[in-house]
């Protein structure tokens, strides 16, 4: 079974600063699809970025952008120039390949924005 | 383009009785995935239905079941309600496996059930 860990219950950030979240996972596939997910306090899931194993390029999306490190089953999530809609809950999931779709999440990291 | 939507938005129970919440995927996905978020704690995976069968289970019991209608919406049903039922119940639509670049799952706005 794969797990998903977030270390970091809270984090806070500076606006204009960046910030890293940190997710580490633990699988035996080989294929499979990372992803981090923001819920803020609407609790709407919403897709931040997503990252496919089989792809050594970290993804990014505007302020966006993860490091991707496969063999340490690393996946942290870097926001740059933190604006104030970026406060609520961040949580990291694997997803894995055909027959083994389900999302599996992290216990989630709360970011707070400082003005 | 219309995203997923769930209803109701909230709901009210008590102890023992049963439950049906509903999903409609975003257009064009046919898979629809349901999760259980607890207070504080993140989503976890119920059960997802493809082409109106269950294609794969988490680990919950018989109580909770499903269905998916020919038009890809989705039913949750849960019997015999217990206080530990009490969560945010999450729909996710996605298409189905073996599309590369698809397989992201969004989520609905989520139904609060409260078991009293």
């Known amino acids: 079974a794969q797990t998903v860990t977030q270390s970091q219950p809270e984090m806070s950030v500076q606006e204009a600063e960046t910030v890293t979240l940190s997710c580490t996972y633990d699988t035996s596939e080989s294929d499979y699809y990372l992803f981090w997910y923001k819920q803020p306090p609407s609790r709407q899931m919403i897709l931040v970025i997503r990252q496919e194993a089989y792809k050594q390029q970290n993804a990014t999306e505007n302020r966006f952008s993860v490091n991707f490190q496969k063999a340490a089953k690393s996946f942290s999530l870097k926001i740059s120039d933190s604006q104030l809609g970026d406060a609520a809950m961040y949580f990291c999931?694997?997803?894995?390949?055909?027959?083994?779709?389900?999302?599996?999440f992290g216990t989630g990291t709360r970011l707070t924005i400082i003005p | 383009d219309a995203g997923v939507t769930q209803s109701p938005t909230h709901l009210i129970k008590t102890r023992g009785q049963q439950v049906t919440l509903r999903c409609s995927p975003k257009s064009g996905h046919d898979t629809v995935s349901w999760y259980q978020q607890a207070l504080g704690q993140g989503p976890q995976f119920i059960f997802q239905y493809y082409e109106e069968e269950e294609r794969q289970r988490g680990n919950f019991p018989d109580r909770f079941s499903g269905h998916q209608f020919p038009n890809y919406s989705s039913e949750l049903n849960v019997n015999a309600l217990l206080l530990g039922d009490s969560a945010l119940y999450l729909c996710?639509?996605?298409?189905?496996?073996?599309?590369?670049?698809?397989?992201?799952?969004?989520f609905g706005p989520g139904t609060r059930l409260l078991v009293l």
């Open positions: 999931a694997y997803r894995g390949n055909f027959g083994n779709e389900k999302l599996t």
């Open positions: 996710a639509s996605s298409l189905a496996s073996g599309t590369r670049g698809q397989e992201t799952q969004y």
